[in-house]
């Protein structure tokens, strides 16, 4: 698949014509530096008033993502399922979700995106399926060409007619990760929840359907899939263990409880070696319909691992691999306390276990971490755009943090989230519930924030609505979405697309970075401090005179066009600006 790339690289040319830019003529295809905007179907716009989020509720809002300006959307799952997991548990990977559409919604929104220019992506859930799936059904009952496509076991019977799991298995929702079938009389494997049956992807059978589901989307006019936690495809061969499953061993964290994930050290059930190569199968069916239509089809994958593990996704070898493994750095390596030196140390760290030729990609949040306004403070969603925005490489915007939306509060009573629901604990859900990130999307000060005319929704409302909503945000000369508008606007030029990129800490409070193209420079620089602090920007080569500002966070005193001196910024706390050099 080597010989591909050059045929691949056939996508638009970047050629900017307006002013100084005009002689910049560069290949790069249409996902290279493009703007992702995930959706979380559920809870983004309800147009039939039930209280769920559904596709023409997105189709009526893709002019939203044009004036923000995202170029694709990808899509949380809208497939067919029991909703046990809201999606990540697939009863028919052919079909929509009945409540939120039909397949026709759905060809409706890709006319519509295509009119716009947005691509669209789906959500691929190939781990495993629902336990209400045909398969799955066939598969518990023996049937003889589905029988083999799931992890049965058969569990331990002790004297006294006790049954207990093959092994010490844990579920990432909690408790054993095998659940006892009675039909079949044997035990089946579920790295997530009981209703989400793990496949056996050591028969080619699976693999061959996988690849099919692929397929049926890609010709159905999708831009591209993202293949959730791919890191746990495979389990250990139990055959180098005489037939039988190892237990894993225990991590010895203090304050884990044995029903924890964290009680055991995943050694057997993640990150086994066979993963990359079936990445490597998987990106060929993207490869073959890139080919034949002459338009990069892209593949992106997310697996919750270590660095290394992290960026073997891009391929190596022979193995070809993901367009876009997502890096989770920005979450991972950074809490409420980083400040501007963990921040470099983060973003530094990706970049340098990348390799070097292929595009890194930016992310603050998705539909199971907490926003940034929450995890960091709401002063600082701006800066946070503007990494994400700004440097080098894929931006990824989660819904919501383009307004700086917060966490909602949803009591115990409303909880809806499965991971929450395991801990069958009233208080301390709290710490794992993923609901409060899943809240309906804040469009207007009216009704359930304008995402629904229902009485009631399947998520309250996150607090504060009133104010903090598009409709304001959009009206405001100041806020979040202006700023937002303003960093996609600026990401359009070289500097941002193509140029290269240095960074400091000019203090423990401060970061900056520079990005260059030929004589075109900008300085990206943020106060994560909570006091105000006067920065030397003469401590990058080539950086002195005046700057001026191109876009500066909410509560900056300053302003579009306002000057600064390179060698003497006073930065307010929280303070974030886009500075050009004057030249
Ligand atoms: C593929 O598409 C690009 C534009 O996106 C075009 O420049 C190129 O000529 C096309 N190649 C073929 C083989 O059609
Ligand atoms: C699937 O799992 C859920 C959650 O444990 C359970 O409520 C449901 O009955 C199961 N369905 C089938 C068909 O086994
Ligand atoms: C800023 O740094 C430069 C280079 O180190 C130095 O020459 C200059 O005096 C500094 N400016 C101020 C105002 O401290
Ligand atoms: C970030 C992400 O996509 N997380 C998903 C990983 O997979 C589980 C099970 O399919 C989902 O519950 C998560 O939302």
């Known amino acids: 698949m080597t010989v591909l790339w050059q045929t691949l690289v056939v996508g638009t040319i970047v050629s900017i014509a307006h002013g100084r830019y005009e002689n910049v003529n560069v290949r790069q295809d249409w996902w290279e530096t493009a703007v992702f905007y995930q959706i979380y179907p559920r809870s983004f716009m309800d147009s039939d008033g039930d209280g769920v989020g559904d596709i023409n509720g997105i189709t009526s809002r893709l002019e939203y993502l044009k004036e923000l300006g995202v170029d694709a959307t990808?899509?949380?799952?809208?497939?067919?399922?029991?909703?046990?997991?809201?999606?990540?548990?697939?009863?028919?990977?052919?079909?929509?979700?009945?409540?939120?559409?039909?397949?026709?919604?759905?060809?409706?929104?890709?006319?519509?995106?295509?009119?716009?220019?947005?691509?669209?992506?789906?959500?691929?859930?190939?781990?495993?399926?629902?336990?209400?799936?045909?398969?799955?059904?066939?598969?518990?009952?023996?049937?003889?060409?589905?029988?083999?496509?799931?992890?049965?076991?058969?569990?331990?019977?002790?004297?006294?007619?006790?049954?207990?799991?093959?092994?010490?298995?844990?579920?990432?929702?909690?408790?054993?990760?095998?659940?006892?079938?009675?039909?079949?009389?044997?035990?089946?494997?579920?790295?997530?929840?009981?209703?989400?049956?793990?496949?056996?992807?050591?028969?080619?059978v699976v693999v061959e359907e996988m690849k099919n589901v692929i397929k049926f989307w890609l010709e159905k006019g999708v831009a591209g899939m993202r293949i959730n936690s791919v890191n746990h495809l495979f389990e250990v061969d139990k055959d180098g263990f005489g037939g039988r499953y190892p237990n894993e061993p225990m991590t010895g964290k203090p304050g884990v409880r044995p029903d924890d994930y964290a009680y055991l050290d995943h050694i057997y059930t993640k990150d086994q070696e066979e993963t990359y190569d079936m990445v490597s199968q998987l990106r060929d069916v993207f490869d073959a319909i890139t080919i034949r239509d002459n338009l990069?089809?892209?593949?992106?994958?997310?697996?919750?691992?270590?660095?290394?593990?992290?960026?073997?996704?891009?391929?190596?070898?022979?193995?070809?691999?993901?367009?876009?493994?997502?890096?989770?750095?920005?979450?991972?390596?950074?809490?409420?306390?980083?400040?501007?030196?963990?921040?470099?140390?983060?973003?530094?760290?990706?970049?340098?276990?990348?390799?070097?030729?292929?595009?890194?990609?930016?992310?603050?949040?998705n539909h199971d971490k907490s926003r940034v306004a929450s995890r960091f403070r709401p002063e600082l969603v701006d800066a946070f755009n503007m990494l994400v925005l700004l440097l080098p490489g894929i931006a990824i915007t989660y819904m919501g943090e383009e307004i700086g939306m917060v966490n909602g509060f949803v009591p115990w009573s409303e909880t809806k989230d499965p991971l929450a629901c395991n801990t069958d604990d009233p208080v301390n859900f709290i710490e794992v519930s993923r609901d409060p990130v899943r809240t309906p999307f804040q469009w207007s000060n009216g009704k359930h924030a304008g995402f629904s005319n229902a009485d009631t929704t399947w998520l309250p409302v996150a607090e504060g609505y009133e104010n903090l909503n598009v409709a304001a945000q959009r009206s405001a000369v100041r806020s979040h979405y202006q700023v937002y508008r303003t960093l996609t606007n600026l990401r359009i030029r070289p500097a941002f697309r193509l140029g290269r990129y240095?960074?400091?800490?000019?203090?423990?409070?401060?970061?900056?970075?520079?990005?260059?193209?030929?004589?075109?420079?900008?300085?990206?620089?943020?106060?994560?401090g909570k006091v105000y602090h006067i920065v030397n920007l003469t401590a990058f080569d080539l950086i002195f005179g005046q700057l001026e500002v191109e876009a500066s966070s909410v509560l900056s005193s300053r302003t579009y066009s306002d000057s600064v001196q390179a060698n003497y910024l006073d930065l307010a706390a929280d303070e974030a600006l886009v500075l050009r050099m004057q030249v």
Do not use: C
Not at 341 to 358: E, F, G, M
Not at 502 to 528: G, P
């Open 74 to 204: 990808w899509l949380s799952p809208i497939f067919k399922s029991p909703m046990h997991d809201f999606g990540y548990d697939i009863s028919d990977y052919y079909s929509i979700q009945p409540e939120y559409g039909s397949m026709e919604d759905f060809e409706q929104l890709l006319k519509k995106a295509s009119e716009l220019n947005i691509k669209v992506i789906l959500d691929f859930v190939p781990n495993h399926s629902s336990n209400e799936s045909d398969w799955f059904i066939k598969s518990s009952n023996r049937d003889e060409y589905y029988s083999d496509w799931y992890i049965w076991e058969n569990g331990h019977l002790d004297d006294r007619g006790q049954r207990s799991p093959p092994n010490n298995w844990v579920s990432l929702f909690r408790k054993s990760a095998w659940t006892y079938m009675p039909s079949r009389d044997q035990y089946y494997l579920h790295q997530f929840g009981d209703s989400q049956p793990d496949f056996n992807y050591r028969n080619p």
């Open 296 to 365: 990069t089809r892209v593949m992106m994958t997310e697996a919750n691992t270590n660095i290394k593990n992290a960026v073997r996704y891009y391929g190596e070898g022979h193995h070809t691999g993901a367009h876009i493994p997502f890096n989770f750095a920005l979450i991972e390596d950074l809490d409420k306390d980083s400040d501007a030196r963990d921040i470099k140390y983060a973003i530094d760290r990706w970049l340098t276990y990348k390799p070097l030729k292929r595009q890194a990609n930016w992310l603050t949040g």
């Open 502 to 528: 240095e960074s400091l800490a000019l203090n423990n409070d401060v970061f900056a970075f520079k990005r260059w193209y030929n004589d075109d420079t900008y300085v990206v620089v943020i106060n994560v």
